[in-house]
């Protein structure tokens, strides 16, 4: 009833005004630096680490129910489970370096190259 309303409302407000907020960091970055062509924003290198992380997650979880939980129809569609540990730990590197660039990005004030 009413208090449904009420918890959609303030979804949708929590959702415009995120959206304002980036909508704002967006403009900002923009006007920081000239735009010619395609640029790549500091927020765009956290967001794709952030889906690095939940690949990785999803790689760990297949990986651990292969191993651990001896999952037969897993373990017959991946016949290199290893391969799925592998994989996590390259997205789990990916992460941290787009993280670190961020770092450097923002916070030790060193732009990306023009070309970036």
Do not use: K
Request: proline letters at 3%.
């Amino acid at each position: 009833g009413a208090r449904r309303g009420d918890v959609r409302q303030a979804a949708v407000s929590a959702v415009r005004d995120a959206h304002r907020f980036l909508r704002a960091r967006h403009d900002a970055d923009r006007r920081r630096r000239p735009t010619d062509g395609m640029r790549i924003t500091s927020d765009a290198l956290l967001v794709t680490a952030a889906f690095n992380m939940l690949v990785s997650l999803a790689l760990a979880w297949l990986a651990s129910l292969i191993f651990y939980a001896d999952v037969r129809a897993l373990r017959r569609r991946f016949v290199a489970p290893h391969n799925l540990v592998r994989a996590h730990i390259d997205y789990l590197l990916m992460a941290l370096l787009l993280v670190a660039t961020f770092f450097v990005d923002e916070r030790l004030a060193l732009r990306l190259p023009p070309w970036a």
